[in-house]
């Protein structure tokens, strides 16, 4: 069963940093892209970040510079780090596929107070 465990997020002031961890049941490697993807209250989910099997990176320009998310394939495990955070970043984080998303799981909620 695949499933998909995001954990790392909490409350934080601004201008502070976090750093997320998604770790799959499933073998990264063999799925190619893996991204990261917010929700704030009231509005869709949007793409934060993503990384292809080879490391290539690409960002929403809302994080840019601020944001860097990485991959251990051994650890089928993909991460986001955080800084300088904004009380805009506030919302329920959570990773998946890129492309073709598996079942979402419970996310990680992320607060930034200002």
């Known amino acids: 069963q695949v499933q998909l465990v995001e954990s790392g997020g909490g409350l934080v002031q601004a201008g502070g940093s976090l750093r997320l961890s998604c770790a799959a049941s499933?073998?990264?490697?063999?799925?190619?892209?893996m991204a990261w993807y917010r929700q704030a209250p009231g509005k869709q989910r949007e793409l934060v970040a993503a990384i292809t099997s080879g490391g290539s990176t690409n960002y929403a320009d809302s994080v840019k510079g601020r944001f860097t998310i990485s991959r251990d394939n051994a650890k089928n495990t993909v991460y986001l780090q955080m800084n300088s955070l904004k009380p805009e970043d506030t919302a329920v984080y959570y990773c998946?596929?890129?492309?073709?998303?598996?079942?979402w799981g419970e996310g990680t909620q992320v607060t930034v107070s200002s």
């Open positions: 499933f073998s990264i490697v063999s799925t190619g892209a």
């Open positions: 998946n596929r890129r492309y073709g998303n598996f079942a």
